[in-house]
């Protein structure tokens, strides 16, 4: 039995952070950062069921083209992450009133639809960005027993190597996203990449404000490292942790991104909005056709 301290449940039933039940989420999850983008899909969903809020997490679940789809709002970063997608995990897998594991293991989707900063010239903004496999600066992986089993190892090998990766810097982990859901959402209108998950928006992914950073010249070796053909394509926060979580505990997961800014060409676009609209269409044809 998993003891109260470990699995907190609220009074009404529900998980202790997303405030959801078990009969509440579909098996294809849509997990997106901004709680207003939940209702910005939700519009284009049938026969709503709920809407529930806690903090930064609010979901929904409703249909479209007759399929059930739950969509949760992570807010931002992979400590984020470790919340939703173990309290999802829990809800499908574990039974909260025995707090029993369920002798059989219901498998979900998780398709994160982001935002992203480009990191190569050939990456236009409002371009689709898919993360074939992700890193993740973040470390949250490496707190889990078996991360070496879902990790791409000779790939982190060559990364450390290449860029000279500080003593002081969490030991990056690299996980592979599900073969399944890239075959049916991968198009002509998508960019397959590696995705890099860092633990903050400035001087993690390089940017200089007041503070210097500890190595000026990573980004640098970033956009410049090349592996078996592969290169790092864009910055963002969450894909790692959905990526290692999802193959830890046996789920498929995805992430698509909108480059909303190149910092190799130093180009953003602020007003993404419609383009967005135009990519969290394209993902749900892709996932009900």
């Known amino acids: 039995m998993i003891k109260s301290s470990e699995l907190i449940i609220n009074a009404d039933g529900s998980i202790f952070h997303l405030h959801l039940k078990p009969e509440q989420i579909a ?21 709503i069921e709920f809407q529930v809020q806690n903090r930064e997490f609010v979901s929904i679940t409703g249909k479209y083209n007759g399929q059930r789809i ?46 992203s900063g480009g990191l190569q010239d050939y990456l236009p903004t409002n371009s689709f960005v898919i993360s074939k496999k992700a890193i993740g600066f973040d470390g ?15 790939f982190e090998n060559a990364f450390r190597q290449y860029t000279g990766w500080g003593k002081q810097l969490t ?55 090349s592996y078996e053909g592969q290169k790092i394509t864009n910055f963002e926060m969450e894909c790692s942790a959905i990526y290692g979580l999802s193959k830890l505990l046996d789920h498929e997961a995805l992430t698509i991104c909108l480059i909303i800014a190149n910092r190799v060409k130093k180009e953003a676009n602020a ?19």
């Open 27 to 47: 098996d294809t999850i849509l997990l997106v950062g901004d709680p207003a983008r939940v209702e910005l899909i939700g519009k284009l969903l049938s026969d």
């Open 70 to 115: 739950t969509i949760v709002s992570t807010g931002i970063g992979t400590d984020n992450i470790d919340i939703v997608v173990n309290e999802l995990d829990a809800l499908a897998n574990i039974d909260l009133i025995s707090r029993e594991i369920k002798p059989v293991h219901r498998t979900l989707n998780f398709i994160r639809i982001g935002t």
């Open 140 to 154: 949250l992986l490496n707190f889990y027993a078996n991360r070496d089993m879902v990790s791409d190892l000779p």
């Open 171 to 225: 030991s990056p982990y690299v996980v592979d996203c599900s073969e399944k859901l890239f075959s049916k959402i991968h198009q002509n209108n998508t960019i397959s990449g590696v995705t890099i998950s860092t633990p903050g928006f400035y001087g993690p992914q390089g940017r200089v404000l007041r503070l210097p950073l500890a190595d000026p010249h990573l980004n640098e070796k970033i956009e410049s490292f």
């Open 271 to 289: 007003n993404y909005h419609q383009s967005m609209e135009t990519l969290i269409k394209f993902v749900l044809e892709s996932l009900t056709s």
